[in-house]
């Protein structure tokens, strides 16, 4: 569908693996994603990067088959029927403008076939991140859906990273997958893989367009990969084969920590992490209790 003078890069990824950091850098070195962005907002202060259109698209195609919009859902094959085809299609060509256009959806992932059948030239980008600190982070945003369904978020980081990986080892020429570790680490060289790999000419990135410390990890806690791998030991071996295929291969700061994950949970973490619980309890009650006081008085 894409003309011979303009390329499409598609970028994807399990949520909360820093698809929306990479999309940002992308966007400043030169890649149009659109106009029409999803807003700011819980999760991602600077932005999700998400063109209004394909994150639509998805949702509604998500909903066709009674299915979460949010793409928290283990469907293998999710059909895309007649209808969406043609709206696809009026999406691509209002987008496709630019000599180098694309846009990042993590939700893109659980289509992959579908782009690829509807662009057979299109490039993809695929992001990944430990599955941990994507479980954290999707903790820490607070979805219902995990508060009842907690062991969900590790069945989406493998059910999301092992479409990436089927869809590398059928189209490898037409795939790039890196850690969100080397892209904040070597961003340059990055850039340079894309150029390279895909015949692009996107610039270098500003450096200031990024505060690293949005990209919150706790890469020193050894509790939470080794409750991951005694439940979901899946999910460890996914982790692996991705750093196996990265594109862009260096030390990864969890290499070590792998390294350190235990056979079985220690005794004593459970009981940590109860007690703190019960004395967060208490200070968010005491916290209460002192909010009341003060209106009063005001």
């Not at 209808?83 to 959806?105: F, H, M």
């Not at 782009?115 to 820490?140: G, Q, T």
Request: aromatic fraction near 12%.
């Amino acid at each position: 569908m894409q003309t011979k003078s303009n390329s499409v890069l598609i970028l994807t990824g399990m949520h909360r693996s820093g698809t929306s950091f990479t999309t940002s850098l992308l966007q400043n070195a030169g890649l149009d994603i659109g106009q029409r962005l999803i807003a700011a907002g819980n999760g991602n202060v600077k932005g999700f990067f998400e063109n209004v259109d394909f994150v639509r698209f998805h949702e509604a195609v998500l909903r066709s088959q009674n299915l979460d919009e949010i793409g928290w859902t283990l469907e293998d094959n999710i059909p895309v029927k007649e209808p969406y085809l043609q709206q696809a299609q009026e999406i691509v060509c209002r987008n496709s403008q630019a000599t180098i256009w694309g846009w990042k959806d993590p939700r893109t992932a659980l289509f992959l076939d579908f782009w690829a059948e509807l662009l057979p030239e299109a490039k993809f980008l695929f992001i990944y991140r430990s599955p941990w600190e994507v479980v954290d982070s999707l903790y820490r945003r607070g979805d219902e859906i995990f508060v009842k369904h907690p062991e969900l978020a590790v069945k989406l980081w493998i059910h999301y990273n092992q479409k990436l990986l089927n869809f590398i080892d059928k189209f490898p020429d037409q795939c790039l997958l890196v850690s969100v570790y080397s892209i904040v680490n070597h961003t340059a060289k990055f850039i340079e893989l894309i150029n390279a790999k895909f015949d692009l000419n996107l610039k270098t990135p500003a450096s200031n367009i990024y505060e690293r410390s949005l990209l919150y990890t706790q890469t020193t806690d050894i509790y939470r990969p080794t409750l991951i791998a005694y439940h979901f030991p899946q999910a460890i071996n996914i982790y692996l084969k991705l750093n196996s295929k990265e594109s862009l291969p260096g030390h990864s700061p969890d290499e070590s920590l792998l390294e350190q994950i235990k056979t079985a949970p220690d005794q004593t973490w459970a009981f940590q992490d109860w007690i703190h619980i019960r004395h967060l309890e208490k200070k968010v009650k005491s916290l209460r209790s002192e909010l009341k006081k003060r209106v009063k008085v005001i």
